[in-house]
């Protein structure tokens, strides 16, 4: 697929997502909460300053650093997908946040002056961009000297098996082809000479990466599934597009695949892992 139908193609697919993703934002916050940690520590915003979040989705985490930037900070909350915006705007409004701006922007190329923000946030969006290499230039083109960069990337099939099981059940039944290694995608920069090298020709310095472990919990399968169906992106497009015989029968062979993880009490428990950067 080329790069703009690829664009194109992602930008409506997680439109769709935008409401599984609203509805299970409690989880999402709950089960990411280590690379949140980690990414804010790190971006470490001050009081006063502009800071960006690319790719957004609800916005959540980026309302944790609208909180600490004050009334006279700004948090510029954008996405490529208009639905996840407003998803992003209903939900800074419930919280009665004034010092949030929402746009819609597309990562690789944004409508910001070069040097208008003091720090960047992007959490499990780089590597889904037809070319992330290009979003890291334009990010540190509108990022000031010396500003900080925090972002978070999935590590490789083998550490994320919550992920990699379904799509390897995909897979295996002929309905997904197998991804190619630079294709974009959800461990599309799992490997670390490839984040180091995007970061660097992005005109940053050497950047600190660290690894985040933690856990996928769900309660049941039907959990799982819920996941799976609305908040994947382009897993979730082909599972949703299958006839309803084969969508059961590949429900019930990812459930297989996955049968290790779950516990005696039905519930599912499966490690994951990012890579946590900080650049500058
Ligand atoms: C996996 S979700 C992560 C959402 C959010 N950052 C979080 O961690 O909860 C990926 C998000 O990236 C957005 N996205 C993908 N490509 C993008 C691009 N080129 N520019 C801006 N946003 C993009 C999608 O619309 C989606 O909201």
Not at 267 to 271: A, G, L, V
């Given at each position: 697929m080329d790069r703009n139908t690829y664009r194109e193609q992602s930008r409506r697919t997680w439109g769709e997502m935008a409401s599984g993703w609203e509805d299970r934002r409690a989880w999402l916050m709950r089960t990411?909460?280590?690379v949140s940690d980690w990414l804010l520590e790190n971006l470490d915003p001050q009081l006063g300053q502009t800071v960006l979040e690319i790719a957004c989705g609800t916005g959540d985490l980026g309302f944790l650093v609208a909180e600490r930037l004050g009334a006279d900070g700004r948090l510029v909350s954008t996405d490529f997908a208009a639905e996840m915006v407003d998803v992003a705007r209903r939900q800074s409004e419930s919280r009665g946040l004034t010092n949030v701006e929402h746009r819609v922007l597309d990562a690789e190329r944004m409508d910001l002056g070069d040097d208008s923000v003091d720090g960047v946030l992007c959490r499990f969006g780089y590597m889904l961009m037809a070319d992330p290499a290009a979003?890291?230039?334009e990010t540190s083109r509108v990022l000031r000297d010396g500003g900080r960069l925090a972002f978070a990337v999935w590590r490789s099939p083998e550490k994320n098996p919550w992920s990699s099981l379904p799509g390897m059940t995909l897979v295996q039944r002929g309905h997904m082809p197998v991804p190619g290694p630079d294709a974009p995608g959800i461990f599309a920069m799992a490997d670390p000479d490839r984040i180091h090298e995007m970061v660097t020709g992005a005109g940053f310095s050497e950047p600190e990466v660290a690894e985040i472990a933690f856990d996928f919990t769900f309660q049941d399968f039907d959990d799982m599934w819920d996941m799976l169906v609305r908040l994947t992106g382009p897993l979730a497009d082909v599972l949703n597009a299958l006839p309803?015989?084969?969508r059961a029968a590949t429900r019930d062979a990812i459930q297989a695949n996955v049968a290790s993880y779950r516990?005696?009490?039905g519930?599912?428990?499966?490690?994951a892992s990012a890579w946590c950067v900080l650049a500058q």
């Open positions: 990411t909460q280590p979003a890291l230039r309803e015989d084969e516990s005696n009490d519930s599912y428990c499966f490690p």
